[in-house]
């Protein structure tokens, strides 16, 4: 067809062109010849001006003939005729069969022109000439451009019109008043013209000229293989997309589905796997394609090569990686990968691996045949899970977290835990080390956050599928046996990434069942915080959800101190959701990209795995008030006051003291901070209340037990703030009172007090037979007070100067007396973590450097991956 | 009181020898039925070569048969034992001829080559001395085992055997009862050891090398306990080693139940740190130690307590005296039953009063004397007694008074005068500033901001 529009164009123009000319030429009698051949071309677009367009014409070109030229007219009309009549036949023929070779067809159109010439010469006809001339060169340029060489008839034309152009030149000299003046200008346009591509094709003529005959041989023999392997070219693709988009369609309608037989089944194959990827590829129909030829599919490899095909075309069926595949798409995706597995463990005989010796695609093959007696086959079962796995990912990171369809879409993923772990029995049969890891991962991914009620329906899915897997919740006494038993898997394979993220996993999951001190003493012991800048961004969300579930777990537990030093690292970055891959963060001062965007989307958890955000901010909150508000009593200078522990907290602290007027608490915070006011007050009854309205608590599981153990809490450290805040104003201080105050035991005020004395927060002792505490407070003076003040800035100073020096002289370098440390290194800093963490619980308030260094590393980090 | 005993747990850290003396204090005791004690010993006998003692255990135990399966197993240890002999005898006589002891220099491939041309000596026959000091040990001749491992050690230059001669001499001092030799010995295995710690990550096997250091480690912390028991300057030492970074974290993740050596090692260092110079002087680390103890105490409460380590819980950290003397009794009787420290009791029990006046003098202003006694475990005669002694024998004899008609203590204790904790504060500096020029000077950066440093803290000194 394009072809067509192409001619047409082509002699559209070309008629425009002469027409420009006849314009130019006065109206000259050759021109409108010229035109003549012409115009039929356009005629086809034209048909109804045709006649009277062209009879006009003619009739001018006889006027111009008679007027000028005797002999002219009367064989210019009948060219023209014929050139008119030969012209339509063939516009005829190229209507009625189309293809004639695009290059038969200029073959003879050059050859038209050529006669044209011819006769234009023996009237002397320049202008003609001219013109004709300039046909045929556009011709040949075309034939060019299609890279096919020069046909000899143009080197022929060329060659003779030189000879001829030499001879009118010759005869014009002798006889100079016979010519008009366009014909002249004609002439000498026209030898230029012909010099010019004369020289250009000089060679071709050359030959030409020696050798006419072999020349045109030489040329016939380049062009016939062409002109015969062409057609075929043509018709084959042609044939292709013929028998694609036919088949389809009549699969469509279910003329044509017998055609899908056993034997066919690797040419069709080929086919599909030949279209994929295609930009026009229509994805639905490969599917079908391929679910019929599962359908005619009898032999063991054909089935494996079949539903290869097929899961791969399913998984290609979603293009965008924006969107989430189908959930019938995946679900059927989920049912032939179970399919598969299940073949390849009942066929020992039959391997899929993803790297084999080359085989014959289209060549039915069977165990028998094998050198040693195994089949194999390239593809991947694990990436298919893999996959399988990730896109289910996807669509609950797509869906409403809050509809009915997440849920129905969660049901899914026992469906999924049971493929899982049939690949898992599929690699621990096979003895495939490294796949299996990946699978035990997977499948560790699916349960480390779960509660035990949820592990166990999952478990209990996979009991029922009856699957023999070796490690499962009936060999294990418990699920956190499970989960450990699954760990220590990965521990003991090779892949350290693996071995990483079980870890973290281990670690979340102890964190998770409150389990604390196991918890943190696996993270510190397997240094992971040393290296977990270099880690994938993955691994690091995995490492902060550990973090924080282990303050979380601290937190429950009644570790207020732990718990408030674990969640300070995250809370300072404010970026709580970023950090944990449970939102987006907004950015104030920059956008993100699109792809940025995506990424960021792409690593999101979904919903049900999140760790509550509120949550885990008034646990943290909390736990600062806890410790901060005692702290904050404690300390009377301003200069002293600035060394805040929870930076987040005390800032919000500051803001809610400069309100001016505070209504009813509404939110967590207004909750907390109200509470915080109320224990600096005294007040540690209301402060209680406060804490215990808090509604989010519910989402604890235990949350009796953790709001009686915040009373406790509270009850002690309002006991403690109230002393440092009020100790100034009384002398003495009956003990009785103070337990009737804040409703202790006897023995827990005395206990708090005493220790308060031992470690000289409180200037006063104790009077046993009064029962009072006896306070012995210094009123420092100015100078006193500036004394101390220098004196720690000087020893803080010299401390800065240790640390630079350190720095400079590189860390591990040690120097001084710090040299103790060089024997077993590793274990020394996993002390200096430990007595950090003491240190801590004594209330120094060291900052948590290497966390704190970590969550901003890993911002670093995410912005660099950005 | 059998559930604070601890020779369970530490049994299996010991060498079948070491065990011994263990399980005899354990039928002194009587913590557990002696028909028990003499089956375990039994058991634990039947390995070794030390036949005699095994008859003599088994007719303990099966009074009627007398048994006749020992004679082949006497046989062919008299039989090994001379074969043994007869291959180390060579290299012992070349080693005690006085011009070989000359020549042998520090070098060992020196010695052995000199040995070799001379003597004919090869390094089969050089472990046959191991071998032969090996069997000496199964069959219970420490001392002899003893020296034969000493001249293969002073020999060899296997590394491996060289290693396990050094245990196998530790546990031969240990058992003859050489604690001074046994203290050198155990000093150089621990450089041993740590140098091979030090070393390892160069190795290229390093992954299985912290696994096997904390073993060691772990095995040269129980062993040692011999010796800081036993040793008279042990104790100190005792907590200089179990302080330190490395073999701490050994016993926080390995063994914790060691923590109560540690604590009541501890407690008997107050003598060590309140009369100064009667020993040699003491690291910051010992001084320390109560507070440093305590803090682990804490720290790994969640694995390991018992009632020493309460009693240090319940003392400081809670402050609860009541508490901390019900654990002090308790704890009292853990230390009399136990192996190690059961000649302790006594002094235990005096520094752990000690401690406990210390804490409640400190906090309170006016004391009844006899509750006070009562904290003590005392009658009031005695408890008055014992406060005389202790305001007389301390630097609480400037703020403490007793007042006999109230019976009463009376204790005043100035606060600290300002200049006095400016001084505290910036005590040090001087000294680490000059550290810090040192270091310096080293590396040869001079920083004129550090070395300007000097004067400031001077000023802040005064």
Redesign the interface.
């Given at each position: 067809m394009s072809r067509f529009f192409r001619q047409a164009a082509d002699s559209d123009s070309e008629s425009s062109e002469s027409e420009e000319s006849l314009l130019s030429s006065d109206e000259d009698a050759p021109a409108a010849k010229a035109a003549a051949p012409a115009k039929p071309a356009m005629s086809r677009f034209l048909r109804t001006n045709n006649d009277s367009d062209s009879s006009s014409s003619e009739e001018e070109s006889e006027e111009d003939g008679d007027s000028d030229e005797d002999e002219g007219p009367k064989e210019v009309k009948p060219k023209s005729r014929f050139l008119h009549d030969s012209d339509e036949e063939e516009s005829d023929e190229d209507v009625r069969r189309v293809p004639k070779s695009a290059r038969d067809k200029r073959l003879e159109e050059m050859e038209a022109t050529g006669k044209s010439m011819d006769n234009a010469l023996k009237i002397n006809d320049w202008i003609a000439i001219s013109n004709e001339y300039d046909k045929l060169t556009r011709l040949v340029q075309r034939q060019q451009n299609v890279a096919e060489p020069i046909p000899p008839f143009y080197i022929r034309t060329l060659s003779s019109l030189e000879t001829s152009l030499n001879t009118a030149l010759a005869k014009e000299k002798e006889a100079k008043k016979k010519m008009n003046a366009s014909n002249a200008r004609a002439l000498t346009a026209m030898k230029q013209k012909v010099r010019k591509t004369v020289k250009e094709y000089e060679k071709e003529i050359k030959q030409y000229n020696d050798d006419p005959e072999a020349f045109e041989r030489e040329w016939a023999a380049l062009a016939t293989p062409q002109v015969q392997a062409r057609p075929e070219a043509v018709r084959r693709p042609a044939a292709g997309e013929g028998e694609d988009d036919d088949d389809f369609t009549q699969v469509g309608k279910g003329g044509k589905a017998t055609q899908y037989t056993a034997e066919g089944i690797y040419k069709n194959l080929q086919a599909i796997q030949e279209a994929r990827g295609k930009k026009n590829t229509d994805r639905t129909d490969q599917i079908r394609i391929l679910e019929r030829l599962l359908e005619v599919a009898v032999t063991t490899y054909q089935r494996i090569r079949v539903l290869l095909a097929l899961v791969s075309s399913r998984f290609d069926y979603n293009a965008s990686i924006a969107s989430y595949m189908p959930i019938e798409m995946w679900s059927s995706a989920q049912r032939e990968i179970d399919t598969l597995i299940g073949i390849l463990t009942e066929n020992v005989a039959y391997s899929v691996q993803e790297v084999t010796e080359d085989y014959d695609d289209l060549v039915e093959r069977s165990p028998e045949e094998e050198k040693d007696g195994i089949v194999r086959i390239r593809g991947s079962i694990i990436s298919f899970v893999d996959r399988l796995d990730d896109e289910f990912t996807r669509s609950l990171q797509n869906l409403d977290p809050h509809g009915t369809e997440y849920v129905d879409r969660l049901k899914d993923e026992k469906g999924l835990y049971c493929t899982i772990c049939r690949a898992e029995v599929l690699y621990e049969k096979k003895q495939l080390p490294e796949p299996l890891a990946r699978v035990v991962m997977r499948r560790l991914e699916h349960i480390y956050s779960k509660p035990d009620a949820v592990l166990n329906a999952l478990e209990s899915a996979v009991a029922a599928s009856e699957l023999t897997i070796s490690l499962s919740l009936a060999s294990q006494p418990s699920p956190s046996a499970l989960i450990n038993a699954l760990c220590v898997h990965l521990y003991k394979s090779g892949n350290s990434v693996l071995r990483t993220r079980a870890m973290l996993s281990h670690i979340y999951h102890h964190a998770f069942h409150n389990d604390f001190?196991t918890a943190r003493?696996m993270l510190l012991?397997s240094h992971l915080q040393e290296t977990v800048y270099s880690m994938d961004v993955g691994t690091q969300i995995l490492y902060n959800r550990a973090v924080v579930q282990l303050g979380l777990c601290a937190f429950r537990s009644g570790l207020i101190k732990e718990a408030q030093a674990i969640l300070q690292d995250i809370f300072t970055t404010q970026r709580v959701k970023e950090l944990l891959a449970q939102g987006v963060h907004q950015q104030r001062f920059q956008t993100l990209t699109p792809e940025q965007e995506k990424a960021e989307k792409q690593r999101q958890l979904p919903f049900h795995m999140h760790i509550n955000t509120e949550l885990l901010e008034a646990a943290f909150l909390v736990s600062s008030m806890l410790v901060e508000i005692p702290l904050l009593a404690s300390i009377d200078s301003e200069e002293q006051r600035r060394k805040a522990i929870s930076k987040p907290f005390r800032r919000l602290l500051d803001f809610a003291d400069r309100q001016v007027f505070t209504g009813p608490p509404e939110s967590t915070r207004d909750h907390i901070m109200q509470a915080s006011k109320a224990l600096q007050n005294g007040q540690w009854e209301q402060c209680r209340n406060l804490i215990q309205e808090i509604k989010i608590w519910s989402l604890m599981p235990e949350a009796t037990s953790v709001k009686e153990m915040l009373a406790k809490r509270i009850q002690e450290e309002g006991l403690r703030t109230y002393l440092f805040t009020f100790a100034a104003h009384y002398k003495t201080l009956s003990l009785a009172l103070l337990q009737r105050t804040f409703s202790l035991d006897h023995?827990v005020v005395?206990?708090i007090v005493?220790?308060m004395?031992?470690s000289e927060e409180l200037?006063a002792?104790?009077?046993?037979?009064?029962g009072v505490i006896?306070f012995?407070r210094?009123e420092?003076t100015r100078p006193?007070q500036l004394?101390?003040i220098?004196?720690?800035k000087?020893?803080a100073?010299?401390e800065q100067?240790?640390k630079a020096?350190d720095f400079?002289?590189g860390g591990s370098a040690g120097?001084?007396?710090r040299a103790?440390?060089?024997?077993?290194?590793?274990?020394?800093e996993?002390?200096?973590e430990?007595?950090g963490?003491?240190e801590r619980?004594?209330g120094a308030s060291t900052r948590g450097g290497r966390g704190a260094r970590f969550a901003q590393g890993l911002g670093s980090q995410m912005t660099k991956a950005r | 009181m059998a559930e604070y005993d601890l020779t369970r747990t530490i049994i299996p850290y010991l060498d079948r020898h070491l065990a011994f003396p263990l399980l005899t204090h354990l039928h002194e005791s009587g913590l557990f039925a002696p028909e028990q004690v003499a089956a375990t010993q039994y058991e634990l006998a039947k390995g070794t070569n030390m036949v005699d003692y095994i008859v003599s255990l088994y007719e303990q135990l099966n009074p009627v048969q007398r048994s006749q399966m020992f004679a082949a197993k006497r046989e062919k240890a008299v039989s090994t034992n001379e074969q043994l002999q007869q291959e180390a005898q060579a290299v012992l006589d070349v080693i005690e001829n006085p011009d070989v002891a000359q020549a042998l220099r520090q070098d060992k491939n020196q010695n052995l080559t000199y040995l070799k041309d001379n003597y004919g000596l090869t390094l089969e026959q050089i472990t046959a001395l191991y071998n032969f000091g090996k069997f000496q040990y199964t069959y219970g001749n420490y001392s002899g085992a003893a020296d034969y491992l000493y001249h293969f050690r002073v020999l060899s230059t296997d590394v491996d055997l060289n290693t396990s001669a050094h245990w196998g001499k530790l546990a031969s001092d240990i058992l003859t009862g050489k604690w001074d030799v046994a203290l050198e010995e155990l000093n150089t295995l621990r450089e041993a050891l740590?140098?091979r710690?030090?070393a390892a990550p160069l190795a290229a096997a390093a992954h299985t090398e912290?696994l096997s250091?904390l073993h060691s480690r772990t095995w040269l912390v129980h062993w040692s306990l011999f010796v800081y028991f036993n040793h008279p300057a042990g104790r100190t030492l005792l907590l200089e080693t179990f302080l330190?970074?490395?073999y701490?974290?050994?016993i926080?993740?390995a063994s914790p139940w060691v923590l109560r050596y540690v604590a009541v090692a501890a407690v008997l260092s107050r003598k060590a740190q309140t009369t100064p110079g009667a020993t040699a002087p003491t690291s910051s680390r010992v001084r320390h130690a109560i507070k440093e103890v305590v803090?682990?105490v804490?720290?790994e409460e969640?694995?390991y307590s018992d009632p020493v380590t309460r009693f240090l819980k319940e003392l400081?950290?809670?402050?609860?005296f009541?508490a901390a003397q019900r654990e002090l009794q308790l704890a009292e009787r853990a230390v009399a039953n136990d192996f190690f420290l059961s000649e302790f009791r006594e002094e235990f029990l005096d520094n752990a009063r000690y401690l406990i006046s210390e804490?409640y003098c400190?906090?309170?202003?006016?004391?009844?004397i006899a509750?006070l006694s009562a904290r003590l475990n005392l009658s009031p005669e005695e408890g008055e007694k014992w406060i005389v002694n202790l305001i007389r024998d301390t630097r609480m004899a400037a703020d403490a008074k007793i007042d006999l008609e109230?019976n009463?203590i009376e204790?005043n204790?100035p606060?600290l005068p300002?200049?006095q904790?400016?001084i505290e504060?910036?005590r040090g500096?001087s000294i680490?500033?000059q550290?810090?020029g040192?270091?310096?000077s080293?590396?040869g950066?001079q920083q004129a901001?550090?070395v300007q440093?000097q004067p400031?803290?001077v000023e802040?000194a005064r």
């Open positions: 001190y003493d012991m023995r005395n206990s005493s220790r004395i031992w200037p002792s104790l009077d046993q037979s009064a006896v012995h210094v420092l006193q004394a101390q220098l004196a720690e000087v020893g100073m010299v100067n240790e020096l400079r002289l120097w001084g007396d103790d440390g060089t024997k077993g290194d590793k274990r020394g996993q002390t200096q430990r007595r963490r003491g619980r004594g | 740590d140098t710690a030090s912290p250091t330190a970074p490395a701490l974290n050994a926080q993740s803090k682990i804490q720290l969640y694995q400081y950290v809670e402050f609860d009541e804490a400190r906090i309170h202003q006016r004391i009844d509750d109230k009463v204790i204790r606060a300002i200049y904790s400016v504060k910036t500096l680490r500033t550290a810090l040192a270091a310096l080293r590396t950066q901001q550090q440093e400031a803290v802040g």
